[in-house]
């Protein structure tokens, strides 16, 4: 899905969310746009890459997914590879995995699910003291370790800026 396609398709959610959260539209949607690839890749309407836990009551998903870490010992349901890699100059390793994701009937619930993560977890404590301000609520959440991607806020600061763009 294009950019401004997905904007408009998603945004009425986004906004709907930021109207219960306080979380900015901005950053919700840029968030499911990058985790999501514009849509393209949210089975079981997961448009955050919301991991479960448990992986027992249901609600859940057994997804193929890339994670990056300093570590060579991590643990998921399924490890299909690990391939040692530098990023900016610093060695990780690449991990394809199965892992389990949660599900959701509707964009809507999982919009709505994805503010309660931030809410309810003391570790984005600092990102809802920001979560009015799209761009310093993004630096928080990479800071408290949202993804394992590198570069993580950089990308989602240059999807937000398009984000804004689409908005109508």
């Not at 027992?56 to 300093?70: C, P």
């Amino acid at each position: 899905m294009k950019p401004k396609e997905f904007t408009e398709k998603y945004y009425p959610f986004a906004l709907q969310t930021q109207n219960e959260s306080g979380i900015s539209s901005i950053s919700i949607l840029a968030q499911a746009a990058l985790e999501s690839g514009w849509g393209e890749h949210a089975p079981g309407n997961a448009f955050f890459g919301v991991k479960d836990t448990d992986g027992v009551n249901g609600n859940e998903q057994l997804i193929t997914t890339t994670e990056y870490s300093r570590r060579f010992d991590l643990k998921f349901p399924e490890i299909l590879s690990i391939t040692p890699c530098t990023i900016g100059g610093v060695p990780y390793f690449k991990y394809i995995v199965k892992d389990y994701f949660r599900k959701y009937e509707t964009p809507g619930q999982c919009f709505a699910d994805h503010a309660k993560f931030f809410i309810r977890n003391p570790r984005y404590h600092s990102a809802m003291m920001v979560c009015t301000d799209p761009y310093r609520f993004i630096d928080e959440i990479a800071k408290a370790g949202y993804a394992s991607a590198p570069g993580y806020a950089a990308m989602l600061k240059k999807i937000a800026k398009m984000i804004e763009i689409n908005i109508v």
